[in-house]
């Protein structure tokens, strides 16, 4: 794919991610994608197949950029799950796509059919921060990556009780931050005994 086609390609990519996180995937329109990426339908179809493939394409974008985003640390669970929160707070698109993927294409299992990005690596680091004592050892590392991430998005977009916005106070963010990490401070220190 040359220069040009990559750009397109690009743009197609960007259209599609405002799309899908604002209208999900059955409101998303590809004439809306299309003429937003300044490309054609024909463009879009050569690249990315049809309507199913380009929304992969979108949420595997948006998975990799969390991560590269926020890089776990397993020896500091509480940093990471802020760390998560301020990028929810910057980036609240990437909730969205995952909350469209629940509501419309996967409600169950895991949100991607093959493993998300550098996951098994993830999993691995609370593996090794739990033989060094510093994470419960009883816990599954899943179950542990998997309870910070929705602890972490107790106020994101898709809170069913209250969604945060950039534009909240400062000190109800930092109020949060630290309910946060006290909450996941406990939740998986090592047991004594």
């Known amino acids: 794919m040359g220069e040009k086609g990559a750009a397109t390609r690009a743009r197609i ?31 879009l179809y050569s690249y990315f197949g049809n309507k199913d493939a380009l929304f992969d394409a979108v949420l595997d974008d948006a998975l990799v950029s ?8 397993a020896a500091d669970l509480p940093g990471y799950a802020v760390r998560l929160y301020d990028h929810y707070l910057d980036e609240p698109w990437v909730i969205r796509l995952a909350t469209w993927t629940r509501l419309e294409r996967r409600p169950s299992g895991p949100l991607t059919p093959e493993p998300m990005p550098r996951e098994p690596e993830k999993l691995a680091a609370i593996a090794a921060a739990q033989e060094d004592g510093l994470v419960d050892p009883t816990l599954s590392p899943a179950e542990v990556f998997g309870t910070v991430i929705a602890l972490s998005m107790t106020w994101s977009p898709a809170s069913t009780t209250f969604a945060a916005t950039a534009d909240d106070a400062v000190p109800e963010h930092d109020r949060r931050r630290a309910v946060l990490r006290t909450i996941v401070a406990r939740a998986f220190a090592p047991t004594s005994g």
Do not use: Y
Request: aromatic fraction near 8%; proline fraction near 3%.
């Open 13 to 43: 990519l960007e259209a599609a991610r405002v799309e899908f996180a604002e209208f999900g995937f059955a409101g998303a329109r590809v004439d809306r994608i299309a003429e937003r990426a300044q490309a054609n339908k024909a463009q």
């Open 66 to 73: 969390i991560v590269d985003a926020v890089p776990i640390d």
